[in-house]
């Protein structure tokens, strides 16, 4: 026998579409209006007369409280909130095939940057909005972020909102409230809170959406809260090498560790991204970018990598192209990247003599790129090339699987190059 309700107050269940340990979702038919819409149930052993299942019950409703005048298109609307016997309910706008952000902040599965851009400013106008209403939002996160589908962003769950009005009269929840890992500074001083945290909170989505990689990431809650009050996050640019600067500084700005020194208004943040648009159409589209992806999956060096892995190098990495007859790296020069043949043949030339020659699959530069030393031979294109050029910090702040599979190829490599050289000094005759 099904536990699901046939009706809720005056709306006709449809189907369930969500259930989470704190409550379930339904589809649902309002007659009076002759319109679908989403019933949010809270499970009922959680808001008993215990003093936990009262503090459990005004969060709930602090939702419809919070959102009650915000009618924004990228906001969820709230249209109803009740009690039927033991059933805490919130009526919401339906959305079909909804989705959060949650599973594009994965390596291998990072959305373009220009859909990352457009995402980000819809939520600064929406945030804007909401700020002028006098609400605040303050738990900004990858799964309160929906997107339906046609791919309109929807801010979700206004259950801990701040709520800055005349009309309220609603006890405001205060303290250490929020999911840590998208907490601003202040929120984890419990320090009085502006709009520019919601700010702060978006930027950490932002900057996991751009690279994969969580600004702040730490093993426990006192590591969490340490980077985020204290510590700078890794530039972006470490991980992305194809970010335009101003997206870099955009980014930066809206992680400042000071409110004063963020962006002050989400309608500010929103025209400096609505600027860097015009800078988007020079970057390499996801066809591009899905042509690299086949490129570097089938060569030898990366057998074994993981598409994870795959996505962190192509994004981090620089694509270098050079014209025949180019020199690529110069003997004596101080250069410490590693580079892989990605197309053409390049030929490695020491004393002014041809000592071998190298093409699609082989690299070059390791002993430069391990020990820091000059060059000790100089490399020219022999035909036109294409290569992928390697740092130690791009290494360094990738992933730590990432990195392990990179030094256990790159020591592999280096063995077979010492074996033969080896074997070529072994067939030389003594004078």
């Known amino acids: 026998m099904s536990d699901i309700p046939s009706k809720i107050g005056k709306y006709e269940i449809v189907q369930q579409v969500g259930k989470g340990s704190m409550g379930s979702v339904y589809s649902a038919f309002d007659p009076f209006s002759s319109r679908k819409v989403a019933i949010k149930v809270a499970h009922p052993q959680f808001v008993d007369n215990t003093e936990e299942g009262q503090l459990f019950r005004k969060l709930f409703f602090n939702e419809a409280h919070a959102t009650a005048v915000l009618d924004h298109p990228n906001i969820m609307r709230i249209f109803d909130a009740d009690v039927d016997g033991e059933l805490c309910y919130l009526v919401m706008e339906l959305i079909e095939s909804v989705i959060t952000l949650e599973p594009f902040t994965k390596a291998d599965r990072l959305l373009n940057i220009r859909e990352v851009v457009g995402i980000i400013y819809k939520c600064a106008k929406a945030l804007d909005y909401a700020h002028r209403q006098g609400v605040i939002h303050r738990d900004i996160k990858p799964s309160n972020l929906l997107l339906n589908e046609e791919r309109e962003v929807k801010l979700a769950d206004f259950s801990i909102a701040m709520i800055n009005r005349a009309d309220n009269k609603h006890t405001q929840f205060t303290g250490f409230l929020g999911s840590p890992l998208y907490m601003s500074p202040e929120q984890i001083r419990e ?116 598409d994870v892995d795959i996505w962190e190098l192509i994004r981090a990495c620089t694509w270098q192209n050079y014209p025949v007859g180019t020199t690529i790296i110069k003997e004596g020069e101080s250069d410490h990247s590693f580079y892989i043949v990605l197309s053409g043949v390049v030929g490695i030339i020491k004393n002014e003599l041809q000592v071998d020659s190298l093409q699609e699959g082989d690299c070059f530069g390791e002993m430069g790129y391990l020990s820091k030393a000059t060059r000790t031979a100089t490399v020219t294109a022999k035909t036109d090339v294409s290569l992928m050029k390697v740092n130690a910090s791009t290494i360094d702040r990738a992933a730590e699987s990432t990195q392990l599979r990179f030094h256990k190829v790159f020591v592999r490599t280096l063995i077979n190059r010492l074996v033969e050289t080896t074997n070529q000094l072994s067939h030389i005759n003594p004078v």
Not at 203 to 221: E, I, R, T, W
Not at 241 to 247: E, V
Request: proline residues 5%; hydrophobic residues 40%; glycine residues 8%.
């Open 191 to 306: 320090q009085p809170l502006t709009g520019s945290t919601d700010i702060f909170s978006l930027g950490s989505v932002m900057y996991q959406m751009l690279s994969g990689v969580h600004p702040f990431k730490g093993d426990n809650l006192a590591a969490i809260s340490e980077h985020i009050t204290q510590d700078e996050p890794v530039v972006i640019t470490e991980f992305r090498s194809d970010l335009p600067d101003g997206l870099a500084y955009t980014l930066k700005r809206m992680l400042k560790k000071n409110p004063a020194q963020r962006y002050q208004t989400g309608l500010d943040l929103a025209a400096d991204l609505a600027v860097i648009f015009e800078d988007l159409d020079a970057l390499p589209n996801e066809d591009a970018l899905q042509e690299k992806f086949g490129r570097i999956k089938n060569l030898g060096f990366f057998k074994g990598f993981s």
